[in-house]
Each structure stands twice: as C-alpha cells, then as structure tokens.
C-alpha cells in the first residue's frame, strides 16, 4: 500500500532533491508540491475535493515571508485532522521543535539526515508514530531533564521577537498583550538564561540553540 505524500518548502532545488530521494521507495507517492502555507493549504483543500488528500506532509519551517510552518501545520491539522505532518527542516532550535509538535506535527527530523533514515521517518509518520531525528530527541531529554531552565512557548516567542528587532512595544503589539506581561516574561527570560540583559539573553538563547 503506497504512502502519499505532499511537500511544502519555499525552495524548488530542495524540493526536487526530497522527491527523487522519496521516489526510489516505490512505496512513497509524491501527490503535490507546494511553496508556501497558503498554498499548501489551497492544495489540500483541492485534493480533499478530488482524488483524496495526501496521508503525510513534508513541511519545511521557515517559509520566506508566507505562513510560517509552524502556523501552517496547526492550520492543516485542524482542518485536516486525518493528514499526519512529518517537519523535515534544517532548524533544530527548541523553539522551533517545540512548536512544531505542539502545533500537531507528528514527527520532527533534520534535512541532513541519512537517506534511509528519511525514507523510514516517512514510513512511521504516515502511520501516526512520532518519530524524531536523534539530535530533536537529544534537545528534548534536556529540556525534560532541566524543566526549570526550558523556555515557555510564550518565552521563546519573545525572545525570537527581540532576536528580529523589535522593542518590547512591538513585541507586545506583535504577540496581542500588554509592554508589562512582556516585561515580567523578561525577568523571568533573564533568571532561567542567567543573565541581566537583554543582549546576552540572545546571545546564550543562540549558544544553546533555544532559538534560531
């Protein structure tokens, strides 16, 4: 029984290199390819209408300006609760980890990852079993391991707020709460990363690969 698939990333030269090496496992069927969120979402949609929709999505994460992956999966699954994501992504930040789970994303593996590793991570994903690259699995056992220093979803939110830029004025516009939420969500930043500012909080969130 074949596994069929449909790609999300924003980069045509990577996803021609993912469907060749999915094509050598007659197993695999590659139904669509898309380069954006929305577009993948319109692509569902279509193929929920026609000839059935994909059992498993490859979703990139960083998506040029368009829905990131992230929000993109938390919006499939929820109109599409029968379709399992896989992330297949070259970020292996908590954040992004993290956040891909919790938006519902069955499995989390790196690009760089051997071709039969890739190949058996479809296999398991459009199953319904979580799978995980062993670098995803290191990142969490510490997370785990040290919960009073692993950053809330809403912290690391914020601090990929300030890594772009922004003040904490925009940063509380950006995420909808008050300058004052943010500014205890600082304090309590500051005492888990054991710093006092906000540039070293950035540089040991980057060091520890919190965020990207």
Known sequence: ???????????????????????????????????????????LDRLAAGDGVPDLVLMDLNLGDDLDGIETTRRLRAEHPGVQVLAVTTFDAEADIVG??????????????????LIAAVQEAAAGRSVLSPEVQQRLVARMTSPGTALSPREAEILEALASGATNREVARRLFI?????????????????????????????????IR
Do not use: C
């Not at 698939?5 to 050598?24: K, N, Y």
């Not at 139904?31 to 954006?36: F, I, T």
């Not at 943010?182 to 980057?206: C, I, M, N, P, Q």
């Open 1 to 43: 029984m074949s596994i069929r698939v449909m790609m999300v990333d924003d980069h045509p030269v990577v996803r021609a290199g993912l469907r060749a090496l999915l094509e050598t496992d007659d197993r695999v069927e590659v139904l669509a390819e898309v380069d954006s969120g929305e577009n993948a979402l319109a692509a």
């Open 100 to 117: 891909a789970l919790e938006a519902g994303a069955t499995g989390y593996v790196l690009k760089d990852s051997p071709t039969e590793a």
């Open 178 to 210: 008050s300058e004052s939420t943010v500014k205890t969500h600082l304090v309590h930043l500051y005492d888990k990363l054991g710093v006092d500012s906000r540039t070293a909080a950035l540089r040991v969130a980057r060091e520890r690969r919190l």
